[in-house]
């Protein structure tokens, strides 16, 4: 992928004139709002009355006042993308998630917060076959039940630089759309999708994407490493917790001490529980859980074999999740600190973005790593019982429920139609029937009246 990759987005249009008019309510909430926070940190005594005042303002404050000034300058519904490499969950294959990261102010919102978008589409290609698939986003972060089938564009740059992606900042959703799906269903699918717009008018915009290859190289944000870290974790637990019929025969035979085989017990317990936080909780929420399991494996004095086997595994998780929390933390701080040199650095160069959309995709970085877990990021196969029901009541209703909104409007501007039409077919007869009794009454005054034939003669 190329530093300056373009992607066509398909927003409503009726969204970027619904934000027009958000954006000016929201500029002087803002400016409110900066204030305010200014005015606390100015009042603060010492530091410890500084950190109080970042607490109360919570971990979103830097997301907040990025997407906010944005807001305050930008363009409606201005958006970056970026795209995050990700290792898939069998070893042929490979995903890439794009995230559109979007200056939006949620509507009319009541109050200034969480004025950021950032949705996804979710890209696998495997490397033998050369099979490309993709799942959307469908709504409210739930991705499509089955994806879509994008081989015949290739490589994943033919995707992107093809298809168009559809914003749709209202129901949280993002869905890439093939101009000319080959096959049948894609077709069929497409069509639904453009009954269920009904008529609604789309603007196209061109936006920059930063290729994965950037954010690996150039950002030094390696992704790819942490995510491969955990399935391989994974991996390995998965193979020590099968070879329990050999264990048990083992413990039959004597052949393992007890204290060994509860520890090892208890070893595979925890990491069960520590694979579940790394699939289910956020990056960032994670830091303390690894390094404790960490800890407790390498200052282990007599370890078993089992604890030998996963400590690699652990070390490197360890490194590779610290690694991209303090990068994050970094170019978030050096995007506010040192400005200047943030915006002219080599990873923008060829990408037409302004200077606070730069910053919006630094702060982007860190603001996925403190709400987004790395099942919702790329890996819906693994979402919780919740995450899959939202997906399968997302992708079973979605589409149905606009089309059939999209079959009320249709309804409603047909009856709306009728009674228009029959309204100006009342007033014409109205306009008809008067003009008729006007004639009439015109044509009474000008004929003279008869007389009676005596008088005449």
Known sequence: MSCSMKVKLKIETQWLDLERKSMMKMQERYRLWEQETLKKARDAKDLRGLREVFYQLGDRWEWDQTTGAWLSSGEPLDTVGLVLRMPGLQEDKERYVVYAVMAYSKGLTSKFDHLGDKERVILERDRKTGEIVCWSTTGHGAVDIFPIDLTSLFTVENVLSNCFIVAQ??????????????????????????????????????????????????????????????IELERTWTTLKGNTAAKAKEIVLDEIPKHIESKDRNTLRRTEGLLHILWFKPPIEQLVAVRKAYDEISSEPTPTKIQVELQPYLGELLYSLADIIEKAKYLKWKSVIEKKEFRESDVFRGLELSGLAKEAMAVALDDILREHSLSYIGYPERATIRGKIMRTLFGVSILPTRLLLSFMRSVVRALLGAAVLSYRLLLSFADRLQGGRNRKERSEKETPGSKPTDESS
């Open 169 to 230: 900042p209202g129901d949280h959703a993002l869905r890439l759309e093939d101009p000319v799906p080959p096959e049948l269903l894609p077709q069929l699918a497409k069509r639904l999708w453009e009954i269920a717009g009904g008529d609604k008018r789309f603007t196209i915009k061109t936006i920059d994407v930063l290729a994965f290859k950037d954010v690996e190289e150039l950002l030094d944000f390696r992704f790819h490493r942490y995510a491969n870290a955990v």
